[in-house]
């Protein structure tokens, strides 16, 4: 607990320790969001406020799913850390109208 009597963000979410690296990315935790940071390429790819959502992200990339560690520039071009999975596909086409 913090000095206002409240649980700290520390406590309230576990730590992600094994969970976190594989040999072509890591899933890290900056406050409450969590970022999915792609090795060979430095740069992040993903990220979500959704701890749940991060590790099956993370899951399904160690898996297989994307592009085993060289995702191309253009899926998260114009992006500081990635795709922002938290964001709506409403929010993404009226993103593109304004631009």
């Known amino acids: 607990m913090g000095k206002d009597g409240k649980k700290s963000l520390s406590s309230e979410i ?7 690296e594989s040999k072509m990315y890591e899933l890290r935790r900056h406050g409450t969001r ?3 940071y792609e090795k060979k390429t430095k740069k992040y790819i993903a990220v979500t406020s959704s701890e749940s959502e991060a590790k099956d992200i993370f899951k399904k ?4 799913s994307a592009f085993e560690g060289n995702t191309p520039n253009f899926f998260t071009a114009g992006t500081q850390y990635g795709l922002d ?8 086409e009226k993103e593109m109208r304004d631009s």
């Open 14 to 20: 576990p730590a992600l320790s094994s969970f976190k």
């Open 34 to 36: 969590f970022k999915i």
């Open 61 to 64: 990339l160690n898996n297989g």
């Open 85 to 92: 999975y938290d964001k709506k596909v409403v929010d993404i």
